[in-house]
């Protein structure tokens, strides 16, 4: 099946910008999908279709897809974006149809 | 505005049934499909499966066959995840999640319930 690979942690001073990685077999062919979770609470949709933002999702939040990486990028970082990030991908030639990658915790130092 | 909105936290002994309940609202039920996620203490997101809202034909991925049923009831805009025979590494929070098509994709799951946390232990 399809494996989506994301570092395990990234940390970022306040201000600064993050950026999370999503590994995976020409996911530059793919459209990649981007959720936030904070503990205790449902995912939230941040990025979707590789760069485009829902409603209400600030702009410091983007994405970019090329080659074997997509990667999200979270600028001018806050407390507030300290959460678990994850990448996910429809793959139809996998069990799996729908991929959610490994999981990235971000902690704003 | 959307509302994905799902049953409580649930305690079961091994070998007993659960019935979890995601009950839509502010769209049409009818137009969107409903995926099943879980997410084991600690771990990552892992697909369970869709069900098609309109024809209430349902899809498992790996994994979740056999004791694991989808169903809808249209008429209260709510679908539903059953569980039988429930074992100790099904504790998990499942969540509902609505599937939406945009212009690239199918495959983007935009709202989610609150998630449901089921809890097998003898």
């Known amino acids: 099946s399809y494996v989506l690979t994301q570092p395990p942690s990234v940390s970022v001073a306040p201000g600064k910008t993050a950026r999370i990685t999503c590994g995976g077999n020409?996911?530059?062919?793919?459209?990649v999908h981007w959720y936030q979770q904070k503990p205790g609470q449902a995912p939230v949709l941040v990025v979707y279709d590789d760069s485009d933002r829902p409603s209400g999702i600030p702009e410091r939040f983007s994405g970019s897809n090329s080659g074997n990486t997509a990667t999200l990028t979270i600028s001018r970082v806050e407390a507030g974006d300290e959460a678990d990030y994850y990448c996910?991908?429809?793959?139809?030639?996998?069990?799996?149809?729908?991929?959610f990658g490994t999981g990235t915790k971000v902690t704003v130092l | 505005q959307v509302q994905l909105v799902q049953s409580g936290s649930e305690l079961k002994k091994p070998g007993a049934s659960v019935k979890v309940s995601c009950k839509a609202s502010g769209y049409t039920f009818t137009s969107y499909a409903m995926n099943w996620v879980r997410q084991a203490p600690g771990q990552g997101l892992e697909w369970m499966g869709w069900?098609?809202?309109?024809?209430?034909?349902?899809t498992y991925a790996q994994g979740f066959t056999g004791r694991f049923v989808f169903s809808l009831d249209t008429s209260v805009s709510t679908a539903y995840l059953q569980i039988s025979s429930l074992k100790a590494e099904d504790t998990a929070v499942y969540y509902c999640a609505r599937r939406y098509c945009s212009s690239a994709s199918c495959a983007v799951f935009d709202y989610w319930g609150q998630g449901t946390l089921v809890t097998v232990s003898s």
């Open positions: 020409n996911i530059g062919s793919k459209s």
């Open positions: 996910q991908v429809w793959d139809s030639s996998s069990d799996l149809l729908y991929v």
């Open positions: 069900i098609n809202t309109n024809s209430g034909n349902p």
